[in-house]
């Protein structure tokens, strides 16, 4: 395995829980480093998740009067009367409610995903990995999306400030990643691309393809919305295309990535019909690009993912093994095309009263067992029409 790949450590991260019964849960990183452990792909050595400038690099990104309700909301006094939470987007009744020792869980978020910055832009890796972050939903001014600080932001933002670098973020959560792209919306050194389910049908309704920057940033922008119930094909064929172009044209000097797997057909919260052989081609293509055109940056967070059992841990055990070039990774290419790899039996075995009964054996789906998307050939066509118009800006 390539000891040029970190994994940074995610206990503080942990500590970013709304509630039990959440969506967006702790239990999808403590279920990912089980599945890598049953596996033999957990990393030998894993880096503390400290950054002792992180307070101040939230500055980067978020406003004080922001950083401060959200220090207040989460102290456990009596607040209500001094702030405002739906103000800030933390309502109690709502996606992102607020809760005790919210400052802290969240800046240690940021300081993960600030850490994997260092590590890599100090030239100490080739490729980190955070995926307690990727919280892309967070404005300077609000929460939004269970997003409380924009850890992936943040971090763009000190690379900006301490290296001067050219930073291409590529977002393939579901959900449009707006909060990175309004935050670098008029930088012409950072090039945001997203490719999400369209913003007509799903939150936030924003990345369309006029959303290209503005002002010096104008063409640093690219969204591919894709339709409901886009399949693998049509998915892996608009980000190729779209991915391969841009790091052509713009020539980034590292990658930042994040990681959601919400378009996975299991997901509750999305509607796109993938399955996880685009979670074994993502981290594939950036990975090469990453070495063809950034000496090998490459800075990798989470995200999205609601299907925390049978999607979740494939997918980010996935990202992992590419990133650090684990030979297990072989054996599960092979299994498309001959007999299935399998996923440990002591994994399959897991017991928990929230353990769905359908658990995967493999670590592919088996796509065959799958009823057809009876809209296909319109669905694919649409697709590709939105992909023409998004590239007709990028050289």
């Not at 800046?107 to 994997?116: E, F, I, Q, S, W």
């Not at 997003?147 to 400030?161: E, G, Q």
């Not at 509750?268 to 052989?277: D, F, G, K, T, Y």
Request: a negative charge.
């Amino acid at each position: 395995m390539n000891d040029r790949a970190v994994w940074i450590d995610t206990s503080a991260s942990r500590k970013y829980i709304f509630h039990d019964r959440h969506p967006f849960h702790p239990v999808r990183l403590e279920l990912t480093e089980g599945l890598l452990k049953a596996a033999g792909a957990w990393p030998e050595r894993l880096v503390p998740s400290d950054f002792p400038g992180a307070e101040d690099a939230l500055a980067l990104v978020h406003r004080p009067d922001y950083i401060r309700a959200v220090q207040r909301l989460g102290s456990g006094g009596p607040v209500l009367t001094a702030v405002d939470p739906a103000m800030y987007g933390l309502d109690p009744h709502g996606d992102t409610p607020y809760f005790p020792g919210m400052h802290e869980a969240a800046l240690g978020v940021v300081a993960g995903t600030l850490r994997a910055a260092a590590e890599v832009m100090s030239g100490r890796a080739d490729h980190a990995l955070h995926l307690g972050g990727g919280l892309h939903h967070a404005f300077p001014e609000r929460a939004s999306g269970f997003c409380v600080y924009n850890d992936v932001a943040v971090a763009i933002a000190w690379i900006r400030r301490e290296y001067d670098a050219r930073v291409l973020y590529v977002d393939t959560d579901v959900h449009h990643g707006d909060g990175v792209q309004w935050r670098f919306y008029t930088d012409p050194d950072v090039f945001t691309f997203s490719i999400h389910e369209t913003g007509k049908y799903l939150f936030p309704g924003t990345g369309f393809p006029h959303e290209r920057g503005e002002s010096a940033g104008y063409g640093a922008c690219l969204n591919v919305p894709l339709e409901p119930y886009t399949e693998d094909d049509s998915w892996l064929e608009c980000f190729t295309a779209a991915l391969e172009r841009i790091t052509r044209a713009f020539r980034p000097d590292v990658i930042v990535s994040q990681h959601g797997c919400d378009a996975h057909a299991f997901d509750p919260l999305a509607h796109i019909h993938c399955s996880m052989r685009i979670f074994r081609e993502i981290p594939r293509l950036i990975h090469q690009l990453a070495h063809a055109f950034c000496g090998g940056r490459w800075i990798a967070a989470g995200g999205g993912g609601y299907d925390h059992w049978r999607v979740v841990p494939r997918a980010w055990s996935l990202l992992w093994m590419e990133m650090c070039d684990h030979p297990l990774l072989k054996d599960i290419d092979r299994s498309e095309r001959e007999r299935p790899a399998l996923l440990p039996e002591s994994w399959a075995a897991f017991k928990s009263p929230r353990r769905p009964g359908d658990m995967p054996a493999a670590w592919m789906d088996d796509t065959s067992r799958w009823q057809p998307i009876p809209r296909r050939p319109l669905i694919d066509a649409k697709n590709k029409d939105v992909l023409e118009v998004a590239l007709q800006h990028v050289g």
